[in-house]
């Protein structure tokens, strides 16, 4: 990991999910590139009447939080990127030419990610992007320092391209590996490829000398419950997962379990990109 991408909207929750990225720097020696990106929506709370004034005042605070970052993390790089379009689509675009970078967001606030649901300008982002995506969810309060990580692997083939990039960070932080196979109750024989693929996780764990878990769990109902009260349960504080389909809606690529988890998780999301999927297409 060498560039985190954090937007900001100037808002509690981008200010928050800035935080959560200093902290990875931190331990990573990851750049940080602040961007705020000028939209019609995001001059609320700037002040001034034209848009050179919003400018100028998106550029000041932007600075101030530059010499926050450095004040915590000195021997970070730390840059400010003003960007003019959409969030949804200047955030991916920007991170895209970056080696080995993560996009960082909050689910909404005010101006650039405000809204909770599909459609929304972080569903958006999560979407469009080809890079990893930390999100959290409003009002998230969590340590920083991260000491369990959980990886929830399910039956399909492309949920363990999330195992390495869970093990890199946990490397970063000395963090443990929870290794999650979830399983649905009311489908013959899931358990079983389950934990085929947890096995293999375990292996990849393994080899890379992780300190690491693995259980197996069948659920009822829907699956992002059943992670996060596991997760609760373990006192987790950050959940690796995946977006895996496409949706008719605006050509969205999004998996269920993410929307679930982005209204319901107490804790940050680590969205991984199906490497396979853009592999294909394009």
């Known amino acids: 990991m060498k560039n985190i991408i954090v937007g900001i909207d100037f808002s509690d929750n981008s200010i928050n ?35 050179e004034d919003f400018t100028k005042k998106a550029n000041e605070k932007l600075q101030q939080l530059a010499e926050n970052c450095k004040a915590e993390a000195p021997e970070s790089s730390v840059q400010t990127v003003i960007l003019e379009g959409r969030p949804h689509n200047e955030l991916p675009r920007y991170a895209a030419n970056l080696p080995n970078s993560i996009i960082a967001i909050g689910t909404h606030g005010i101006s650039g990610f405000e809204e909770r649901f599909i459609g929304s300008n972080a569903m958006k982002t999560i979407a469009a992007s080809t890079v990893p995506i ?49 399983a649905s109750a009311n489908i013959a024989d899931e358990s079983h490829v389950v934990k085929v693929q947890v096995g293999h996780a375990s292996r990849l764990c ?8 693995s259980e197996i769990s069948e659920y009822k109902g ?42 319901i998780s107490p804790m940050p999301l680590l969205i991984i990109p199906n490497i396979n999927y853009f592999s294909i297409t394009k």
């Not at 930390?134 to 692997?153: A, K, M, N, S």
């Not at 996060?228 to 959940?239: F, G, R, S, T």
């Open 17 to 51: 999910s800035l935080k959560h990225a200093v902290a990875i720097s931190l331990r990573t020696g990851a750049a940080l590139h602040l961007v705020w990106v000028k939209t019609p929506g995001a001059t609320k709370g700037l002040g001034g009447t034209t848009i």
């Open 134 to 182: 930390l999100v959290l969810r409003e009002g998230i309060q969590i340590h920083r320092d991260l000491t369990q990580i959980l990886v929830p692997i399910d039956s399909s083939f492309e949920t363990l391209q999330k195992v390495k990039p869970a093990i890199t960070i946990a490397k970063a932080f000395a963090a443990k590996v929870l290794i999650l196979g979830v």
């Open 206 to 213: 393994l080899e890379a000398n992780m300190r690491y878990d």
């Open 222 to 263: 829907q699956i992002g419950k059943a992670i996060v009260d596991y997760a609760k349960q373990e006192d987790v504080n950050l959940v690796m997962l995946m977006k895996e389909e496409q949706s008719a809606l605006e050509g969205i690529l999004i998996d269920g379990t993410v929307q679930q988890l982005l209204t």
